[in-house]
């Protein structure tokens, strides 16, 4: 089923949002939220624009989705920064520039999605109050249907296969979150055990929430790597930490 999914949650630019948007409904029928609510969480920035979100597991390293740097950004890493320690991702809190990104080492002939993980290391420690490492899930953790799981961003707060407007720009949303579930990733064929699938129900994750958090029982359970936003029909799909937790203290050292 992963193979129907494949859709990158990266932000892109280009799409628009409808002016008529509830301005209570964020991520996707998601809930407004203040920085304090979920510390962990970091907006990346290229060139001054938020692209990814991302979760800060140190005082210099954040955890996000491989894909967030592509080709042509990886070549220009000065241009990337983060920010920590605030609800708005233009403003407050602390920016730090990246010094360095690690990137899993896909095997040749595998699918990239199935390890979309990277580690960010900051040029300067973070020093923020509002901004508090968070705990991984450990290597051998087994998640179960139904297990609750709260998920925050910046994202698109609407499908952008919807009619979309002129002259309204993404990437201007306030944090918000959504609380979901772990659900099967069907057939186990199709199913890698480093892709962890949580429910969507027509709300959750979509363009600008990509290497974001999704936290169960206040630990670092996955990181938001594709799907189809708001999809009644399939999951969203994230890189599972367990699978990843002996590269993540290699590179991360947590």
Not at 209 to 236: F, R, T
Request: charge should be negative.
């Amino acid at each position: 089923m992963l193979n129907l999914i494949i859709i990158l949650l990266f932000s892109v630019h280009s799409f628009v949002a409808p002016r008529n948007l509830n301005p209570g409904s964020r991520i996707i029928d998601g809930e407004l939220v203040d920085i304090s609510q979920v510390p962990y969480q970091v907006a990346i920035l290229f060139e001054g624009k938020q692209v990814c979100g991302g979760s800060l597991i140190s005082t210099t390293k954040v955890l996000t989705a491989n894909h967030c740097w592509t080709d042509e950004t990886n070549r220009n890493l000065s241009e990337y920064s983060v920010r920590v320690g605030s609800t708005d991702w233009e403003k407050g809190g602390q920016e730090i520039y990246a010094s360095a990104v690690d990137l899993y080492d896909v095997p040749e002939g595998e699918v990239y999605l199935n390890y979309d993980i990277a580690v960010i290391t900051l040029k300067s420690a973070v020093n923020v109050s509002n901004a508090i490492p968070i705990q991984l899930d450990d290597a051998d953790r087994v998640y179960v249907d139904g297990e609750v799981v709260t998920i925050s961003g910046w994202g698109l707060p609407f499908s952008p296969f919807e009619p979309i407007p002129p002259n309204v720009t993404i990437g201007k949303y306030p944090l918000s979150v959504i609380n979901s579930t772990v659900v099967s990733c069907g057939d186990s064929s199709d199913s890698p055990d480093t892709i962890l699938c949580i429910r969507q129900n027509g709300g959750g994750i979509c363009y600008g929430d990509s290497g974001g958090p999704a936290v169960i029982n206040g630990k670092l359970a996955g990181i938001v790597s594709s799907g189809i936003c708001g999809s009644e029909k399939y999951p969203g799909a994230y890189t599972k930490i367990s699978a990843f937790r002996e590269w993540i203290r290699q590179h991360a050292g947590v």
